[in-house]
């Protein structure tokens, strides 16, 4: 992830069997929208998640951080 050349990649890992999940940007994504943006994706993520409805946790949260990506980060050719 940190090898990416605008430093913006995300993380989203989930570990069912140990009941966590961490959500993690590189250092430019983080520059652009700071520790709020990360507490709120993570808090509607879990109340998803705490509802047993994993599948549309997830998909919240790679569409909000696609989102925070297109509006910082626009897609460039090449």
Known sequence: ????PERNGV???VSPRAHKFAVIGDEAVHAKCGD???????????G?????????GIIHGVQKAGDLLAEHFPRQRG
């Open 11 to 13: 993380l989203i890992f």
């Open 1 to 4: 992830m940190n090898q990416s």
């Open 48 to 56: 998803y998640f705490r509802k047993s409805e994993f599948t549309p």
């Open 36 to 46: 709020e943006f990360w507490r709120k994706l993570a808090d509607a993520m879990t």
